[in-house]
């Protein structure tokens, strides 16, 4: 079973997930921008029990991030945990996106990802 291991900028919030996700996104939404300051986020849902942190982080709307650095790591609701993948230590990831968000959000330089299913907005 693969177990992947990441976190923040400064080290302070470690995350581990194990096992494969039950899916793997982008989000172009007007929420994802702002929390990253990028143009997308790009995110796998695993269920709760497979997840583990350690670190001090803080909350908004569900959304986790180191109280030190600031850095998103993972959010946790309704039994899953939503990792955000750019924390993750090994880079690149064997991790592909299978569906994108808020496509009607996507910067116009940017093409929509072969093979992933798309969505104007939230998944139907
Ligand atoms: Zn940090
Ligand atoms: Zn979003």
């Not at 109280?67 to 946790?76: N, Y």
Request: hydrophobic share 30%; aromatic share 10%.
């Amino acid at each position: 079973m693969p177990i992947f291991n990441g976190g923040c900028l400064c080290g302070q919030v470690r995350i581990a997930v194990r096992g494969e996700p039950k899916r793997v996104g982008i989000c172009h939404c007007t929420d994802c921008r702002q929390e990253s300051g990028s143009a997308f986020t790009y995110f796998a849902v695993w269920p709760a029990e497979q997840f583990e942190t350690r670190g001090e982080t803080k909350e908004h709307s569900g959304r986790s991030f180191c109280s030190r650095c600031g850095s998103r790591v993972f959010s946790a609701n309704a039994g899953d945990a939503e990792i955000k993948l750019g924390c993750l230590y090994d880079a690149p990831t064997s991790l592909a996106p299978t569906y994108e968000l808020w496509v009607k959000r996507r910067e116009t330089w940017l093409s929509p990802i072969t093979g992933a299913e798309q969505f104007d907005e939230d998944r139907s």
